[in-house]
Every structure is written in structure tokens, then in C-alpha cells.
């Protein structure tokens, strides 16, 4: 009956249907089947909307993308690609580095991969057509710089992530810095191996003085301390990770309007737009819930776990066909539907395999690697949003060329997905030692 049920609900996806009410229409639809009676759906759908939305955890999801619009409408983007391009830009491919760079700072203060790609589009993309960078190297390098929106913390899917699994959050954020990092030099590599193998994709501008590099660099202070407010006073116990992330909001709030940038109609934009993607976040949370009610009444979690475990499995091969399947996903589902679908199922598998991990640990490391590799989806097609993103920006460039853009940082990313999954260490690493 699972089984039936994704295939209808896949079905309905393709439809057009918006996934949201796809996995809510499955998951009303196959608790009546399952129970026989319409009395349990009723009774379900009675407190399951106060239910999920009064959670004290959801609260942080708004409240972070709050601080990114606020981020957004601040300048800090300028501020952090000049001071990445003042630094970078001399060498070859520089400026898409400096792109990537700034992508990565901006991902910091924002924790949404779409507003990075969009944001960072608007500011880097011009600068790269005036040193006549190739269309597909620069529409490439930010659709995939914009990923780093999710996989430097704080990140919207990680907070999902851990409230599904019952996750410690700050543990999540320490876990996805050092892999964030590695992620943005993975892809600052990609630029210089390409344009080696390119010479005529990207040239280099004028090497810029020491004086005016400093000034710039001085002039990312705001996502600097903003960042260690929010991350250091969740470590230190000043605050929890909501009231981290309204500090943070408020502090990005003021910052714009410090520098003249967050008039009365900016900032209503701002909520209008923060409370937007909130809605769409959270009716895609409600229909995750009632797709969990009858995949527990099911039973498929347990069973699909207890089989694997039965199996002999390597749990290697388990975990490599699990990350095969979310790139797969990625073709055709976003990044949070992804994470809220297949959560439920998968993390008791996982859960259940010996890679010779205390628990917590082992939900934090699959937890990083979901990430990286659902943050591919977003650069590839047929519906990776951040490349329909930066073609609105870019709307010249066929997409062909952004499609070809992509496919070496998507190698890159397949690269590091196997450093990650090959030595858990390197995730586990910095966790460990603050822990």
C-alpha cells in the first residue's frame, strides 16, 4: 500500500500538482483506505493544523528567513562579493570565485539556497559580463555558488532536518560548517580548473591596491558579527536557536536600517516575502505530517528498517543506494520536500545500520550527507530551482549553457559527497571537539 501510495503521489507531482497538497491528499487518502472509516481522518484533521504549526521549534523557520530578506535588502551581498573580488579578481576565473566566496559569506547571514542564488545573481552577474566572462561559466558558478545558502549554517533545512529526527540544532550547524567550507573551495577549485582548460571562458581584472582591499574587507564586519552572534551565543548558551534567530533578524533589521536601506515599504516587503516562503515551507510540513500518519500506520518504516537489518546488507551499499536515490529526487522535487518525504523512511534504515557510530553521531553525519546531496537537486534538471533562478536573471543565456554550467560543480559535489561518506571524521571532526 506504501508502495501505491508514492506512485500515486509521485503521479499527482508530475500532474503539477503542488507537492504540498500532493503528500497531504495521499496521506488523507490512505489513512481512510487503511482504517477503513472516515472517522480517523476526521479526527486527524481536526488538530493536525494547530498541532504542527504550534511547535515552539517551527518558530526559527521564519524568523531566519526574516534575517535573510533583511540581509538581502542591507547591501551586504555588495559589500561581500567587492571584498571577495578586490582579493580574487587579478587571477584568472577570480571574479567567479569571489562569486562563490560571497555566496558562502551570504549563505551565513541568510540559511536560504534561492535568496543566495537570487541575491548574489543580481550583484556578481553584471560584473561578470563586463569582463566578458562566458555565459556558461558565469551563469554556472552562481547557480551552484547558490547552494551554499543551505550548507552554511544557519540553514533552514538543517533546523528541518533536526526537528524531524529530534536533533540537537547548534550540533547540526557545528556538524555542516566544515563541510560548507569545503563545499565553497571544491567549487572555487572547480572555476580554476576550468578556466585552465578555457582560457578564453574568463580573464582577469586589474589587481587591486592593499589599501583598498583592507577598506573592503573591513566592510563585511556586519556578517561577521552577525554570524558569531547567532552561532556563538547558541554554543555559549546565551540563547536558544529561536531566540538566536530573532537576535539575528532584529540585528539584520537594524544594520539595514542603519545604512538607509530599509525604508517602511522595504521592510513590509521583507515580512511580506519572509511570510510567504514561510507559508509555502509550512503546507509543505502539513502534508509531510499526514503522509508520517499513514506511513506509521503502516508500519513501512519499522518494516523497511527491520528487512535491511535482516537482509546482510553491507550497510555501505545501503547508505550509496539511499544517496542514489536522492539525486534521483533531485530531478523532480525540491530540497525540502525531499528531506520531509523520504526522512520518515529512510532515518530508521540508516538508523539500524552499523557504520560504527554512537547514535546521535550517526544521525548528525547522514543528516550532513542528506544535505549535500539534496542541495545538488537545485542545480540539476529538469527542476533545479536555482538554475531557473539565475536564467530569470540571465534571460539571454539559453539554458543549455547554464545546464552545461552546472556539470562541473555537480562533479565536485559527487567528489565530496564520497570524501564525506569515505571519512566521517571530517564532518564529526569539530563537533567532537566543542562537544
Aim: charged share 10%; aromatic share 10%.
Amino acid at each position: 500500500m506504501s508502495a501505491i501510495a508514492f506512485a500515486v503521489m509521485l503521479g499527482l507531482i508530475f500532474l503539477r500538482m503542488p507537492i504540498g497538497a500532493a503528500m497531504l491528499l495521499t496521506g488523507l487518502a490512505g489513512t481512510w483506505i487503511v482504517t477503513g472509516t472516515a472517522v480517523p481522518v476526521l479526527a486527524q484533521w481536526k488538530s493536525l493544523t494547530y498541532d504542527t504549526f504550534s511547535s515552539y521549534s517551527l518558530s526559527i523557520v521564519p524568523l531566519f528567513l526574516l534575517m535573510g530578506q533583511f540581509a538581502a535588502k542591507s547591501g551586504m551581498s555588495e559589500s561581500l562579493f567587492r571584498a571577495a573580488a578586490d582579493w580574487l579578481g587579478h587571477r584568472r576565473g577570480g571574479v567567479a570565485m569571489a562569486a562563490v566566496g560571497a555566496c558562502a559569506g551570504f549563505g551565513a547571514v541568510c540559511g536560504s539556497s534561492l535568496a543566495t542564488a537570487a541575491t548574489m545573481g543580481q550583484v556578481a552577474l553584471p560584473e561578470m559580463r563586463r569582463l566578458r566572462y562566458s555565459d556558461t561559466l558565469s551563469t554556472g558558478a552562481l547557480a551552484a555558488g547558490g547552494t551554499l545558502g543551505i550548507l552554511i549554517p544557519p540553514s533552514v533545512i538543517l533546523v528541518i532536518y533536526a526537528i524531524l529526527t529530534e536533533q540537537n540544532i547548534i550540533k547540526m550547524f557545528v556538524a555542516a560548517l566544515i563541510p560548507g567550507i569545503l563545499a565553497a573551495l571544491g567549487y572555487m577549485l572547480t572555476v580554476a580548473v576550468y578556466v585552465r582548460l578555457n582560457p578564453e571562458a574568463a580573464q582577469a581584472a586589474p589587481r587591486v591596491p592593499y589599501a583598498q582591499r583592507l577598506r573592503t574587507l573591513i566592510g563585511i564586519w556586519p556578517v561577521v558579527f552577525i554570524f558569531a552572534l547567532v552561532i556563538g551565543g547558541i554554543y555559549f548558551g546565551l540563547f536558544t536557536p529561536t531566540e538566536a534567530a530573532a537576535i539575528g533578524a532584529v540585528a539584520t533589521g537594524c544594520y539595514a536600517l542603519a545604512v538607509g536601506r530599509l525604508s517602511r515599504r522595504a521592510f513590509a516587503d521583507c515580512v511580506l516575502s519572509a511570510a510567504s516562503s514561510t507559508a509555502m515551507i509550512f503546507f509543505i510540513v502539513l502534508g509531510a505530517q499526514a503522509l508520517n500518519t499513514f506511513l506509521a500506520l503502516t508500519q513501512t518504516p519499522q518494516a523497511a528498517a527491520d528487512w535491511v537489518a535482516a537482509s546482510g546488507f553491507s550497510p555501505w551499499l545501503v547508505l550509496t543506494m539511499i544517496l542514489v536515490c536522492y539525486l534521483v529526487f533531485g530531478c523532480v522535487m525540491d530540497s525540502l520536500s525531499m528531506i520531509l518525504l523520504t526522512i520518515p523512511v529512510f532515518f530508521p534504515i540508516v538508523m539500524a545500520l552499523d557504520f560504527g557510530l554512537p547514535p546521535e553521531e550517526l544521525a548528525i553525519w547522514f543528516g550532513i550527507l542528506a544535505l549535500m546531496v539534496v542541495e545538488i537537486g537545485l542545480i540539476t534538471p529538469p527542476v533545479g530551482l536555482n538554475l531557473f533562478i539565475i536564467h530569470s536573471l540571465a534571460g539571454d543565456v539559453p539554458m543549455s549553457k547554464t545546464y552545461r554550467g552546472v556539470a562541473p560543480f555537480v562533479l565536485s559535489d559527487v567528489i565530496r559527497i564520497v570524501i564525506l561518506a569515505a571519512f566521517p571524521v571530517i564532518t564529526l571532526g569539530l563537533m567532537r571537539a566543542m562537544f
